[in-house]
């Protein structure tokens, strides 16, 4: 059984950066993907960032690309998204994610991710 705690949320004016952090537990395949998902009230999750864990590919949303980062420290099973020159529509919950049954992770398709964290809240203020 794998679990994820994530961390670092928090308030930033636009233009700022928030690191967010996810521990996590248990056995993860180096097939697996994971990844950072975020939904704002009223609309679907969505995909942000991908990693897979046996390899160095990333796969990010247009709407982030060139201003987030995903990472993963093996040593701490943690996984990571640093987040930079934030704006109002990136305010949501984060979620981090984990698919161990297969993944097409340049697709985002949250259905394919079976472990979830508890969340993790964004507010950027313009």
């Known amino acids: 059984q794998v679990q994820l705690v994530e961390s670092g949320g928090g308030s930033v004016q636009a233009g700022g950066s928030l690191r967010l952090s996810c521990a996590a537990s248990?056995?993860?395949?180096?097939?697996?993907?994971m990844g950072w998902f975020r939904q704002a009230p009223g609309k679907e999750r969505e995909g942000v960032a991908v990693i897979l864990i046996g390899g160095s590919n990333r796969y990010y949303a247009d709407s982030v690309k060139g201003r987030f980062a995903i990472s993963r420290d093996n040593s701490k099973n943690t996984l990571f998204l640093q987040m930079n020159s934030l704006k109002p529509e990136d305010a949501a919950m984060y979620y981090c994610?984990?698919?161990?049954?297969?993944?097409?992770?340049?697709?985002?398709?949250?259905?394919?991710?079976?472990?979830w964290g508890q969340g993790t809240q964004v507010t950027v203020s313009s």
């Open positions: 994610a984990a698919a161990d049954r297969g993944c097409r992770p340049n697709l985002f398709l949250t259905y394919e991710y079976n472990y």
């Open positions: 248990g056995y993860i395949r180096s097939s697996s993907c």
